[in-house]
Protein backbone atom coordinates (compact mmCIF):
# COMPACT_ATOMS: atom_id res chain seq x y z
CA UNK A 1 0.00 0.00 0.00
CA UNK A 2 1.06 3.52 -0.31
CA UNK A 3 2.97 5.10 2.33
CA UNK A 4 4.50 8.13 3.23
CA UNK A 5 6.39 8.82 5.72
CA UNK A 6 7.87 12.25 6.84
CA UNK A 7 11.01 13.33 8.84
CA UNK A 8 13.25 15.77 10.06
CA UNK A 9 11.11 18.13 12.08
CA UNK A 10 12.40 20.03 15.15
CA UNK A 11 12.76 23.23 17.62
CA UNK A 12 14.84 25.49 15.30
CA UNK A 13 16.08 29.09 16.61
CA UNK A 14 14.57 32.12 14.16
CA UNK A 15 17.13 31.99 11.47
CA UNK A 16 17.73 28.69 11.42
CA UNK A 17 17.59 25.87 8.63
CA UNK A 18 16.24 22.40 8.60
CA UNK A 19 15.70 19.58 6.08
CA UNK A 20 12.56 17.43 5.66
CA UNK A 21 12.54 14.30 4.36
CA UNK A 22 9.93 11.97 2.94
CA UNK A 23 10.45 8.24 2.04
CA UNK A 24 7.73 7.14 0.01
CA UNK A 25 6.88 3.33 -0.80
CA UNK A 26 4.10 1.35 -2.48
CA UNK A 27 4.21 2.44 -5.41
CA UNK A 28 6.44 4.03 -8.38
CA UNK A 29 7.58 7.31 -6.95
CA UNK A 30 9.45 8.43 -10.27
CA UNK A 31 5.93 8.36 -12.27
CA UNK A 32 4.28 11.21 -10.03
CA UNK A 33 4.77 15.11 -8.83
CA UNK A 34 5.38 15.27 -5.28
CA UNK A 35 3.68 18.13 -2.86
CA UNK A 36 4.46 19.99 0.10
CA UNK A 37 1.49 20.88 2.26
CA UNK A 38 1.61 22.83 5.65
CA UNK A 39 -1.08 23.66 8.19
CA UNK A 40 0.20 26.15 11.51
CA UNK A 41 -1.54 25.44 14.87
CA UNK A 42 -5.14 25.66 14.69
CA UNK A 43 -5.36 27.44 11.39
CA UNK A 44 -5.56 25.78 7.87
CA UNK A 45 -3.90 23.82 5.00
CA UNK A 46 -1.13 25.43 2.93
CA UNK A 47 0.57 24.65 -0.33
CA UNK A 48 4.03 25.39 -0.55
CA UNK A 49 5.75 23.59 -3.31
CA UNK A 50 5.38 20.85 -6.06
CA UNK A 51 7.64 19.21 -8.09
CA UNK A 52 7.57 16.75 -11.18
CA UNK A 53 8.42 13.05 -11.63
CA UNK A 54 11.59 14.01 -13.19
CA UNK A 55 12.81 16.85 -11.03
CA UNK A 56 13.08 18.80 -14.13
CA UNK A 57 9.38 21.02 -13.40
CA UNK A 58 9.20 23.38 -9.54
CA UNK A 59 6.94 25.56 -8.27
CA UNK A 60 6.72 27.33 -4.82
CA UNK A 61 4.25 30.07 -2.74
CA UNK A 62 5.51 33.60 -2.74
CA UNK A 63 5.59 33.35 0.90
CA UNK A 64 8.21 30.68 1.06
CA UNK A 65 9.70 31.19 -2.36
CA UNK A 66 13.58 32.08 -2.03
CA UNK A 67 13.80 30.27 1.54
CA UNK A 68 12.24 26.59 0.56
CA UNK A 69 14.09 24.52 -1.78
CA UNK A 70 12.19 20.80 -2.84
CA UNK A 71 14.01 18.82 -4.39
CA UNK A 72 13.56 15.03 -4.95
CA UNK A 73 16.02 11.31 -5.21
CA UNK A 74 13.67 9.03 -6.95
CA UNK A 75 16.26 6.37 -7.13
CA UNK A 76 15.79 6.58 -3.11
CA UNK A 77 12.67 7.33 -3.61
CA UNK A 78 12.42 10.06 -1.43
CA UNK A 79 11.49 13.63 -1.07
CA UNK A 80 12.89 16.86 0.44
CA UNK A 81 12.34 19.77 1.74
CA UNK A 82 15.43 22.60 2.77
CA UNK A 83 14.36 25.06 4.68
CA UNK A 84 16.27 28.26 5.15
CA UNK A 85 15.69 31.62 7.32
CA UNK A 86 13.27 30.37 9.50
CA UNK A 87 10.19 32.56 11.12
CA UNK A 88 8.26 32.05 13.40
CA UNK A 89 5.24 31.96 11.19
CA UNK A 90 7.13 28.46 9.46
CA UNK A 91 5.86 26.66 12.56
CA UNK A 92 3.46 23.96 11.32
CA UNK A 93 3.22 20.34 10.74
CA UNK A 94 4.77 19.87 7.30
CA UNK A 95 2.88 17.13 5.19
CA UNK A 96 4.13 15.20 1.72
CA UNK A 97 1.55 13.87 -0.70
CA UNK A 98 1.73 12.26 -3.53
CA UNK A 99 -0.02 14.88 -5.97
CA UNK A 100 0.50 17.98 -7.52
CA UNK A 101 -0.13 20.11 -10.91
CA UNK A 102 -2.54 18.34 -12.47
CA UNK A 103 -2.59 15.98 -9.65
CA UNK A 104 -5.46 16.13 -6.48
CA UNK A 105 -2.99 15.17 -4.29
CA UNK A 106 -4.14 11.49 -2.98
CA UNK A 107 -2.16 10.41 -0.31
CA UNK A 108 -0.48 11.97 2.46
CA UNK A 109 2.11 11.31 5.07
CA UNK A 110 1.28 11.76 8.73
CA UNK A 111 3.44 15.23 9.16
CA UNK A 112 6.43 16.28 10.70
CA UNK A 113 6.28 19.32 13.14
CA UNK A 114 8.69 22.28 12.57
CA UNK A 115 9.00 24.56 15.60
CA UNK A 116 10.25 27.72 15.15
CA UNK A 117 11.26 29.41 18.63
CA UNK A 118 14.23 31.10 20.19
CA UNK B 1 -2.72 33.51 -8.04
CA UNK B 2 -6.16 31.99 -7.98
CA UNK B 3 -7.95 33.03 -4.69
CA UNK B 4 -10.71 30.35 -3.41
CA UNK B 5 -13.31 31.50 -1.17
CA UNK B 6 -15.08 28.66 1.04
CA UNK B 7 -18.65 29.73 2.78
CA UNK B 8 -19.80 29.12 4.96
CA UNK B 9 -17.33 28.85 7.94
CA UNK B 10 -19.05 26.79 9.76
CA UNK B 11 -22.10 25.02 9.59
CA UNK B 12 -24.13 24.15 12.76
CA UNK B 13 -26.21 20.68 11.53
CA UNK B 14 -27.85 17.63 13.09
CA UNK B 15 -26.76 14.09 11.94
CA UNK B 16 -29.43 13.11 8.84
CA UNK B 17 -29.22 16.44 7.31
CA UNK B 18 -27.94 17.61 4.60
CA UNK B 19 -24.50 19.43 3.98
CA UNK B 20 -23.93 21.99 1.48
CA UNK B 21 -20.49 23.61 1.15
CA UNK B 22 -19.08 26.22 -1.31
CA UNK B 23 -16.00 27.24 -3.06
CA UNK B 24 -15.84 30.07 -5.08
CA UNK B 25 -12.46 30.76 -7.11
CA UNK B 26 -11.41 34.39 -8.24
CA UNK B 27 -10.56 32.76 -11.72
CA UNK B 28 -11.70 29.77 -13.62
CA UNK B 29 -10.34 26.66 -12.39
CA UNK B 30 -8.51 25.29 -15.28
CA UNK B 31 -9.58 21.89 -16.24
CA UNK B 32 -12.16 21.95 -13.56
CA UNK B 33 -9.16 20.72 -11.29
CA UNK B 34 -11.14 21.22 -7.76
CA UNK B 35 -10.76 18.84 -4.95
CA UNK B 36 -12.56 18.63 -1.67
CA UNK B 37 -11.09 16.96 1.81
CA UNK B 38 -11.97 16.37 4.84
CA UNK B 39 -9.89 16.39 8.10
CA UNK B 40 -10.57 15.47 11.80
CA UNK B 41 -8.90 16.97 14.33
CA UNK B 42 -5.17 15.33 14.87
CA UNK B 43 -5.78 13.34 11.51
CA UNK B 44 -4.13 13.98 8.04
CA UNK B 45 -6.59 15.38 5.06
CA UNK B 46 -8.46 12.82 3.31
CA UNK B 47 -9.23 13.49 -0.15
CA UNK B 48 -12.70 13.25 -1.23
CA UNK B 49 -13.38 14.51 -4.45
CA UNK B 50 -11.27 15.60 -7.20
CA UNK B 51 -12.27 16.60 -10.72
CA UNK B 52 -14.88 18.82 -9.27
CA UNK B 53 -17.09 15.85 -9.37
CA UNK B 54 -15.55 12.49 -9.30
CA UNK B 55 -15.23 10.30 -5.67
CA UNK B 56 -11.80 9.26 -4.47
CA UNK B 57 -11.55 5.49 -4.24
CA UNK B 58 -13.75 4.40 -1.08
CA UNK B 59 -15.56 7.58 -0.38
CA UNK B 60 -19.02 7.12 0.44
CA UNK B 61 -21.69 8.17 -2.37
CA UNK B 62 -23.51 10.36 0.11
CA UNK B 63 -20.47 12.62 -0.64
CA UNK B 64 -21.03 14.63 -4.41
CA UNK B 65 -19.27 17.46 -5.73
CA UNK B 66 -20.45 19.85 -8.34
CA UNK B 67 -19.62 22.63 -10.64
CA UNK B 68 -22.15 25.26 -11.60
CA UNK B 69 -19.49 27.20 -13.99
CA UNK B 70 -15.44 27.10 -13.72
CA UNK B 71 -15.54 29.28 -10.53
CA UNK B 72 -18.68 28.04 -8.27
CA UNK B 73 -17.74 24.52 -6.76
CA UNK B 74 -20.12 22.87 -4.65
CA UNK B 75 -19.63 19.73 -2.11
CA UNK B 76 -22.85 18.00 -0.67
CA UNK B 77 -23.11 15.39 1.73
CA UNK B 78 -26.23 13.93 1.03
CA UNK B 79 -26.92 13.13 4.96
CA UNK B 80 -24.68 14.14 7.67
CA UNK B 81 -23.34 10.58 9.42
CA UNK B 82 -21.80 11.09 13.00
CA UNK B 83 -18.67 10.56 11.49
CA UNK B 84 -18.70 13.64 8.98
CA UNK B 85 -18.79 16.38 11.41
CA UNK B 86 -15.36 17.61 10.41
CA UNK B 87 -13.34 20.78 8.29
CA UNK B 88 -13.51 20.65 4.96
CA UNK B 89 -10.99 22.49 2.30
CA UNK B 90 -11.14 22.93 -1.36
CA UNK B 91 -7.57 22.97 -3.48
CA UNK B 92 -7.25 24.29 -6.85
CA UNK B 93 -4.47 22.19 -8.53
CA UNK B 94 -5.27 23.21 -12.07
CA UNK B 95 -2.82 26.15 -12.30
CA UNK B 96 0.15 27.18 -10.25
CA UNK B 97 0.75 28.42 -7.43
CA UNK B 98 -1.79 25.65 -5.94
CA UNK B 99 -3.95 26.95 -3.48
CA UNK B 100 -6.61 25.83 -0.81
CA UNK B 101 -9.87 27.66 0.45
CA UNK B 102 -9.76 28.57 4.10
CA UNK B 103 -11.87 26.01 4.56
CA UNK B 104 -15.39 25.25 6.72
CA UNK B 105 -16.19 23.66 9.39
CA UNK B 106 -19.57 21.59 9.90
CA UNK B 107 -20.73 20.73 13.35
CA UNK B 108 -23.50 19.40 15.64
CA UNK B 109 -26.42 21.29 16.22
Known amino acids: QVQLVESGGALVKPGGSLRLSCAAS????????MTWIRQAPGKGLEWISY????????YYADSVKGRFTISRDNAKNSLYLHINSLRAEDTAVYYCARGGWGQAPNYWGQGTLVTVSS | EIVLAQSPGTLSLSPGERATLSCRAS???????LAWYQQKPGQTPRLLIY????RATGIPDRFSGRSGSGTDFTLIISRLEPEDFAVYYC?????????FGGGTKVEIK
Open chain 2, 27 to 33: QTVTGFY
Open chain 2, 91 to 99: LQYGSSPLT
Open chain 2, 51 to 54: GASS
Open chain 1, 26 to 33: GFTFSEYF
Open chain 1, 51 to 58: ISSSGNTI
